[in-house]
């Protein structure tokens, strides 16, 4: 019921910036608490970042404060991670999740996943 899809991923060098997407069509996003996850090859998934349903809360892994930027825009029905000085450690799929909870990072519903490859 709850499908989302994200965009924006891609290869990108050190430094460089992507902003990915997370995209609903069968439902609103303004109603749900939406996380940011990803997980890179031979690693378990982490949590990367979080906002709530208003947009007034939001949370960082340590790793990636000062450099990403979680954001909504209800109007388009999106949530937007912007990712600035990426690192080659950031290299991972990425994947954005609603029906959950920012406190606890657990998430009923997950999109497919988007590439981020940092690279020289």
């Known amino acids: 019921q709850l499908q989302l899809v994200e965009s924006g991923g891609g290869l990108v060098q050190p430094g460089g910036s992507l902003r990915l997407s997370c995209a609903a069509s069968t439902f609103s996003l303004d109603y749900y608490t939406i996380g940011w996850f990803r997980q890179a090859p031979g690693k378990e998934r982490e949590g990367v970042s979080c906002?709530?349903?208003?947009?007034?809360?939001?949370n960082y892994l340590d790793s990636v404060k000062g450099r990403f930027t979680i954001s909504r825009d209800n109007a388009k029905n999106t949530v937007y991670l912007q990712m600035n000085s990426l690192k080659v450690e950031d290299t991972a799929v990425y994947y954005c999740?609603?029906?959950?909870?920012?406190?606890?990072?657990?998430?009923?519903?997950w999109g497919q996943g988007t590439q981020v490859t940092v690279s020289s």
């Open positions: 999740a609603a029906g959950g909870s920012c406190r606890t990072m657990t998430f009923a519903s």
């Open positions: 906002i709530n349903s208003s947009g007034g809360s939001t």
